[in-house]
């Protein structure tokens, strides 16, 4: 089965700068990639996702990237607030039948006022 | 989107006991999946719930343990049987919603003694 790999696993940074996580996959035949920002206490919310027809979305401040022929795909944020302070997951899926999904291990995102 | 209640939000049991946690969801869907994020943890998916079909349990995960139901096309349970400390965990349902995204109900958060 699949296999998600999500690094690092906490991540500071100061307000204003930049914070970039990243993830691999094993299964070659995974083409959807989503990626949920969790809160304390908070269920996950999908943040933004991407297929692999194309190579990077962008949403505001929050873009990722995908690299089929490596694997991998990465989040990036972008002029960081304190309310990005949260859990970060990836996850990824065959997206067709069932489409279950299998996430990383998840990255803590504390942002320095 | 979709809106996805779960009831209960949080329990306290004792071990050797059993808790059914039921998911509703505001619009029919095929298919719809119950995960446990342990403490500090990432989400694992426990089974798929299909109306009208067995619900399909991931490796590590058994119908003994966590047997689901699924009656109709926006309602299931799952129960956690024979309860042990271990148990103690976040359960959530999610579905896909519009057939693009996968939403979270607000998970049930329980306990065991």
């Known amino acids: 089965g699949e296999n998600v790999e999500q690094h690092p696993s906490t991540l500071s940074v100061q307000e204003g700068d930049s914070a970039v996580i990243k993830c691999t996959y094993s299964?070659?035949?995974?083409?959807?990639f989503p990626w949920y920002k969790q809160e304390l206490g908070k269920r996950p919310q999908l943040i933004i996702d991407i297929r692999s027809n194309v190579g990077e979305k962008k949403d505001q401040r929050i873009a990722v990237t995908l690299n089929k022929t490596a694997k991998h795909f990465s989040l990036h944020i972008t002029e960081t607030q304190p309310e990005d302070s949260a859990v970060y997951f990836c996850?990824?899926?065959?997206?067709?039948?069932?489409?279950?999904?299998?996430f990383g291990s998840g990255t803590r995102l504390q942002v320095q006022p | 989107s979709a809106v996805i209640s779960q009831k209960p939000s949080r329990d306290i049991c004792q071990r050797g006991t059993s808790l059914t946690i039921q998911c509703q969801v505001d619009?029919?869907?095929?298919?719809m999946f119950w995960y446990r994020q342990q403490p500090g943890q990432s989400l694992t998916l426990i089974a798929t719930a299909n109306q009208g079909s067995e619900a399909t349990y991931e490796s590590g995960f058994v119908i003994d343990k966590f047997p689901i139901s699924r009656p109709n096309l926006t309602f299931s349970t799952l129960t956690v049987s024979n309860m042990s400390p271990e148990d103690s965990s976040i359960y959530l349902c999610?579905?896909?919603?519009?057939?693009?995204?996968?939403?979270f109900g607000p998970g049930t958060r329980l306990l065991v003694l």
């Open positions: 619009s029919q869907v095929t298919m």
């Open positions: 996850a990824a899926s065959i997206d067709t039948g069932r489409r279950a999904l299998t």
């Open positions: 999610s579905v896909y919603a519009l057939g693009e995204t996968q939403y």
């Open positions: 299964d070659s035949a995974s083409n959807y």
